[in-house]
């Protein structure tokens, strides 16, 4: 590629030195430019409309805004969007999640420098990019699996979530776990568990891919 042809990126992440070891990692790359870096995900959205990078690198949980929720809010505003997501997570409820917000891609932050670079340069050509182990078949049978229909929202009005468990059911619905959300809160893990729980009880909910899927359609009807 020539200069003007160079895969322009965004990198962000809330760690320096994160940032920073990709930068360095990906600097030698011949075909590819990092034209920005963000610390959180509203640092992004605002570096991503000002720049219109080819693609962005994005952790998944930031401060302020999570990865999630920021490529949420630019796919909102352009579909054409192509975003790749960190994390050093691997459960098939991330890469649901980050599908769900517009992602393209998700990849574990351990990888080798060699997948990291086609993973970017398969979601630069518009293509799915979950890792090597993920077909596209298998990608499919991922999003079916959380994807299925629960009770409508119109059923649910009638039940009463407090202010706190509207908001856990929003940081849920942004891909982030218990342990996540005792951090984003201030609250103890023990506490957020049993919002959680309570949350299941009130909506009848059995199950964690049950309650995922409810607090996505939560969010998009009613937070």
């Known amino acids: 590629m020539t200069a003007s042809t160079k895969i322009r990126m965004i990198i962000a992440d809330d760690h320096a030195l994160v940032r920073s070891g990709l930068i360095k990692l990906l600097g030698d790359i011949e075909d590819i430019l990092i034209i920005s870096e963000a610390e959180d995900g509203n640092d992004l959205v605002k570096k991503y409309f000002r720049s219109n990078p ?4 994005v952790d998944i949980n930031m401060p302020h805004l999570t990865g999630t929720e920021a490529v949420k809010r630019i796919h909102a505003k352009d579909k054409n969007v192509k975003a790749l997501f ?3 997570y ?3 409820e991330y890469i649901y999640h980050t599908y769900k917000a517009g992602g393209m891609g998700f990849i574990n932050k351990n990888i080798l420098k060699n997948e990291l670079v086609k993973a970017i ?3 630069y050509k518009g293509e799915y990019y979950f890792g090597n182990k993920i077909s596209e078949d298998e990608l499919k049978d991922i999003i079916e699996k959380y994807d299925f229909i629960v009770n409508p929202i119109k059923d649910e009005e009638k039940i009463h979530f407090t202010s706190r468990e509207k908001e856990i ?5 942004n891909g982030l776990t218990s342990g996540d959300i005792s951090e984003r809160l201030e609250l103890s893990k023990r506490t957020v568990d049993t919002h959680r729980s309570n ?4 909506a009848n909910i059995k199950s964690l891919p049950e309650l995922i899927k409810y607090a996505i359609k939560f969010g998009e009807e009613k937070i």
């Open 54 to 57: 080819d693609v962005i690198l």
């Open 86 to 88: 960190l994390s050093m």
């Open 90 to 92: 691997e459960e098939e």
């Open 121 to 123: 340069k398969t979601v």
């Open 169 to 173: 059911l929003k940081l849920i619905s």
């Open 199 to 202: 949350i299941m009880s009130k």
